[in-house]
């Protein structure tokens, strides 16, 4: 890992966030990045990687881009410039359903439920891109979420806010991705339940499952992870590993509330 005085600030204009990536094949690699919604540009020059098996959080102010930047990925915004590859294919302009396939799974924020459906109902959407639902899968899921087991005939929306998120999450696991992204797991669970979702995301990347997460909860989230980015209006402002950004003065004093 980078040391404190290692921190790479990229906003500076004579600093290229790409010179610090120097993987060629990544799992995901996001180059100057220019992305938004019809005409309005929310991105601009985003740079970005995730390796395999790689836990990667992206951290930042309220309407930094975080989530655009995650919609992006998977096809659900205007691409205005810059690519997108993912496990070596070019997925710049493709839908969400043909991105599915390559291997790449997405957890919304909100609305990431069929509400009206059943748990297993839900789950079984989790794999509709198959023939047939991989029982082997969702033992896995059940495995891994015991709740979701026992409430598997229950309806989806009355499920408490954590269940919920264990559902979306096992929904997006149903396909085995290679890359799991996820926008604000922790979001509206209360104080008790977020290390609890946080162990069950780590458990997920240690099975081999790489992870990108946008999270609110900044200092915990780095504390986690392999390694962040901080978004500012758009941009990228710094990248290193998730120590060396909870270490680094100006990223605690400016953005993690010192």
Do not use: W
């Not at 269940?163 to 979001?187: N, Y």
């Not at 997920?204 to 790489?210: C, Q, R």
């Not at 060396?244 to 993690?256: G, K, M, Y």
């Amino acid at each position: 890992m980078s040391s404190t005085g290692d921190r790479r600030d990229v906003s500076d204009a004579s600093v290229n966030a790409i010179d610090f990536i120097t993987a060629d094949e990544s799992l995901l690699r996001v180059e100057n990045l220019d992305a938004g919604y019809g005409d309005l540009r929310i991105l601009e020059g985003i740079d970005m990687n995730v390796e395999d098996g790689e836990y990667v959080t992206i951290v930042g102010p309220n309407g930094a881009g975080k989530s655009t930047v995650m919609k992006s990925i998977f096809g659900l915004t205007n691409q205005m410039g810059g690519t997108i590859k993912f496990d070596g294919e070019e997925v710049s302009g493709k839908k969400p359903d043909n991105i599915i396939h390559l291997g790449l799974g997405y957890v919304p924020q909100s609305d990431n439920i069929f509400s009206s459906l059943s748990v297993l109902e839900n789950l079984e959407m989790g794999a509709y891109i198959l023939d047939e639902v991989p029982q082997d899968r969702l033992e896995e899921v059940f495995d891994r979420f015991p709740i979701l087991e026992e409430r598997q005939s229950q309806k989806a929306g009355t499920l408490s806010g954590g269940q919920q998120q264990m559902l979306a999450m096992g929904r997006a696991l149903m396909l085995d991705p290679d890359l799991l992204m996820l926008d604000e797991p922790s979001a509206g669970l209360a104080p008790d339940l977020v290390e609890d979702m946080f162990d069950r995301i780590d458990r997920i990347n240690e099975a081999g499952t790489a992870i990108l997460m946008v999270e609110q909860n900044a200092k915990v989230a780095l504390q986690r992870c392999d390694r962040g980015y901080v978004l500012v209006q758009g941009q990228n402002r710094f990248m290193d590993s998730g120590d060396a950004l909870l270490n680094d003065e100006q990223v605690r004093q400016e953005f993690l509330g010192g």
